[in-house]
């Protein structure tokens, strides 16, 4: 078990990399975004429920490591983008907590967020609950697993352009 010290410590160094996280996605930084997962990182965002089987039921995204390089490699190109412009995008991140212990080396973390979307279609605000699994890798923390619901991913969605 932590110390309370360490733990402050650990959920400070946690929250500090959500917002990193969050503050690359908003600006579109989608390379340095990329290099903060793991070699074996899943990116997750369920359709229809929370708790749905992603090898069994539909996602809308369900992503390994080599289909998030594929997918940020085709946001470069700028011949993927399913919109132009960009959307403006800013995220507020709240409610970061550390959950229960660490499995093999790996912190386990979740939080909520709104993230507001603005394009020519208009405004758009995305309510999500976050969970992390962060491991230390070289000394700094990489996101080995984040799965992201959608507070209404029981309703059609427009696009989801951009990585939630």
Do not use: C
């Not at 917002?19 to 965002?45: K, P, S």
């Not at 289909?67 to 709240?94: E, M």
């Not at 605000?125 to 992201?148: P, S």
């Amino acid at each position: 078990m932590l110390s309370r010290e360490n733990s402050a410590t650990l959920l400070a160094a946690v929250t500090d990399f959500i917002y990193r996280e969050a503050r690359l996605q908003d600006e579109h930084q989608y390379e340095a975004w990329e290099n903060l997962w793991t070699d074996d990182g899943v990116y997750w965002v369920p359709a229809n429920g929370e708790n749905i089987d992603p090898e069994r039921e539909m996602s809308f995204i369900y992503d390994n490591r080599s289909r998030i390089a594929l997918r940020v490699k085709q946001l470069l190109t700028g011949k993927h983008f399913t919109q132009t412009p960009q959307s403006r995008l800013r995220r507020l991140i709240s409610n970061i907590e550390l959950l229960g212990g660490q499995a093999g080396g790996d912190v386990s973390a979740a939080g909520n967020s709104l993230i507001f979307e603005s394009n020519l279609r208009g405004d758009t605000i995305w309510g999500t609950r976050n969970e992390y699994r962060l491991r230390h890798v070289d000394g700094e923390l990489k996101m080995a697993y984040k799965k992201v619901t959608l507070v209404n991913n029981d309703k059609a969605i427009y696009t989801l352009s951009f990585l939630v």
